[in-house]
T-cell receptor, first 116, second 111 residues
């Protein structure tokens, strides 16, 4: 089945450790996104990438890093510089080139990170 | 300003009732207004969306009402069911497929 796969679903980290969240899509979508979800704050954009080997900072990029070496993969690293990393992280994708704007992002099932 | 404000934060409705969630925006460059539904432990999924040149769109029990002059739009869920219990996000699209999301509304439909 086509879709977006995020792993791990749950992750625990000690303070001071970097962790990497995986996001893989087999939808052949050009654009990929990382969002952070906190209660009452909606979804806030961390990073996005419209094309391989290129990515842009979103609204809350500090303390995070990404890479886009392959079209289907967009891993997110939560670094020790992120002051409040405990959250639900969502990866999404959408076709971009040659498609009309539908307002639709396709989301994975999320990764819940807890810092101990 | 890329902000989208959503209210209420939480909503309790009896089965068969109407659920209403409201959103407001400032940026007139937004060009598409989707609503997303999210069940616990899952990612959001597109529910229904509207363009700013349309005042209303209906899909089954779900209706978006759009007021361009007031910069407001709302989601109405008719005949609400317990299975509709979820978190709902309004959003606004800009620059192609970039989305700004509202803060979310947690809906509970009591049987």
């Amino acid at each position: 089945d086509g879709g977006i796969t995020q792993s791990p679903k749950y992750l625990f980290r000690k303070e001071g450790q970097n962790v990497t969240l995986s996001c893989e899509q087999n939808l052949n979508h050009d654009a990929m996104y990382w969002y952070r979800q906190d209660p009452g704050q909606g979804l806030r954009l961390i990073y996005y990438s419209q094309i391989v080997n290129d990515f842009q900072k979103g609204d809350i990029a500090e303390g995070y890093s990404v890479s886009r070496e392959k079209k289907e993969s967009f891993p997110l690293t939560v670094t020790s510089a992120q002051k409040n990393p405990t959250a639900f992280y969502l990866c999404a994708s959408t076709p971009v080139v040659g498609t009309p704007n539908t307002g639709e992002l396709f989301f994975g099932e999320g990764s819940r990170l807890t810092v101990l | 300003q890329q902000q989208v404000k959503q209210s209420p934060q939480s909503l309790i409705v009896q089965k068969g009732g109407i659920s209403i969630i409201n959103c407001a925006y400032e940026n007139t460059a937004f060009d598409y207004f989707p609503w997303y539904q999210q069940f616990p432990g899952k990612g959001p999924a597109l529910l229904i969306a509207i363009r700013p040149d349309v005042s209303e769109k209906k899909e089954g029990r779900f209706t978006i009402s759009f007021n361009k002059s007031a910069k407001q739009f709302s989601l109405h869920i008719m005949d609400s069911q317990p299975g509709d219990s979820a978190t709902y996000f309004c959003a606004a699209s800009w620059a192609g497929n970039m989305l700004t999301f509202g803060g979310g509304t947690r809906l509970m439909v009591k049987p």
